[in-house]
Structures are given as structure tokens and as C-alpha cells.
């Protein structure tokens, strides 16, 4: 491509530098278009997401299942980079075959708000007096940090009632999805210049597990 290496400098043949990491949300607060497709390119290629389950379970019993989150393509760790600011999730919904939702979990709120509960990722900073900031001259704790290592996974299990009724079979979806910031935290630091943060996709899997 070309470009210049000054302002008023000759135009010539230049190697794109490209700092983009995971900010997806690049054309919104730069019109940078090409640096957030890259960014999204980048957050599909960093993990790969895998679901271990029974081959059966029975009809209104609870079922358990782990949920196993691989660092694939990261050469750090993720979430990573404003780690406090980063929010990486695992959806998860347990479907019936008409589609009905018998269990989610990790489904964000009418404002956007990550529940407490999720099989999540990121960091929680403190200041002196205990209170939560993103303020990094306020940080004076790191209360609670979970990230996951390059080659490494994360492993939790969950357990989920199924109501009686349900047949043949149900499915198991998960989709590990990431944002840069969360809404409240993009509103703190951008008044009313505040946007939507995108939500990427990151990978998703899903099993299928037979009902007796």
C-alpha cells in the first residue's frame, strides 16, 4: 500500500502497522473500519470453546456438564490489555427440540449488564477503601482476576434442572462472546460521546444429549 511517513512527505510503499488487539469498536471511535474487522478477525481466531457432556440424562433430573474454554490463538493471556475494562463470557442455553429454552445463563440484561452468575472472564480492581474503580490511580487491590493463558483452558461445570416432560432429547449451546467495556463503564468515561461497545462472538459449540 501507500502512504506517507510525514504530512507533507512523498508518497511511497508502506507496511501497514496495525496496534489493533481486540477493540472492535475501532470504527466507532476512530472510523478506523479496517482496524475493527481486523480486531474481530483476531478475537474468532483466540479461543475455542468445548462442551463435555453425559450421552443421556433423565427427564426431570438435573443434568451436569463442563464447559471448557481453550486459548488457541492468543500469544498472552485473555481477556488481557485493560484487563479490568474487558469482559469475556460464556452464554449458555439448554434447548428442547421445539426450541423452547429450559435454561440460559450468561444472557445480558435490558441495560446491557453482565449477571453476576455467568462463566465469565476479566478482572475487578479496588480502591483504598474497598469501592470498585477503573480508575488505574485509584487501583489499589486486584480483588478478583480470571484469565486464561496462551495453550491453556478454563474449566467449569455446570448442573441444570430439567423439567419433567422433556423428550428424545435436549441440546446444549454455548457461545464465548466479548466486548471491550462494558455500557456503564463506556458511559463513565464518555459522558454523552457514550456508544453501544460491540459484543463479538468470539466461537460457539454445542452438544446434544438424549432424555430417557
Known sequence: MEGRSASEGPLRKVRPHYFVGGNSNAETLAGGKEHARIAVERLKSA????????????????ISFDVLVHNIGAGHNIPS????????????????????VLFQNGKLDADGKLPQNAIRFGALTTDAKGNHTYKLWEVTKLAWKRTI???EFSHD???AALP????????????????SASPDVVKQFMGDKAFEPQVVEMTRAAASVAVE
Not at 457432556?53 to 427427564?59: A, N
Not at 422433556?166 to 454455548?174: L, P, Q
Open 47 to 62: 479461543a475455542r470453546l468445548e462442551l463435555v457432556t453425559p450421552q443421556s440424562v433423565r427427564s426431570g433430573k438435573p
Open 164 to 179: 419433567e416432560g422433556v423428550r428424545d432429547k435436549v441440546t446444549i449451546e454455548a457461545r464465548l462472546l466479548y466486548r
Open 157 to 159: 461445570t455446570v448442573t
Open 81 to 100: 490489555g485493560g484487563t479490568e475494562l474487558r469482559e469475556m463470557w460464556v452464554d449458555l442455553r439448554i434447548i428442547d427440540q421445539s426450541g423452547k
Open 149 to 151: 493463558p496462551p495453550k
